[in-house]
């Protein structure tokens, strides 16, 4: 019982690394400028507006290059 415990305890971390390594990978693929936006948002967690007047741009562009930042790595994650 232990070693099935265990082995699917491996299992998962292996999984979990892989996912992790791979939305790091589509990260990377991303333009800076795309990247610099999600780090705001989810890291830093600045509001759409907050970005906005940060980058000089309009918070409707912000969510418009956010979605397509998101979109890109969910392709990415998708082929793989």
């Known amino acids: 019982f ?7 305890t491996n299992r998962f971390k292996v999984q979990a ?9 589509a990260f990377d693929d991303l ?5 610099k ?9 600045y509001t759409f507006r907050d970005i906005a007047v940060l980058e000089g741009i ?3 562009g912000v969510r418009k290059r956010i979605r397509k930042a998101l ?10």
């Open 31 to 35: 333009e800076p400028d795309l990247q």
């Open 17 to 25: 690394k892989t996912a992790v390594l791979d939305t790091r990978r």
């Open 2 to 8: 232990p070693v099935t415990i265990q082995a699917y």
């Open 37 to 45: 936006l999600l780090i705001m948002k989810y890291e830093k967690q």
């Open 71 to 80: 979109r890109k790595m969910q392709g990415f994650l998708g082929s793989n």
């Open 58 to 60: 309009s918070a409707p």
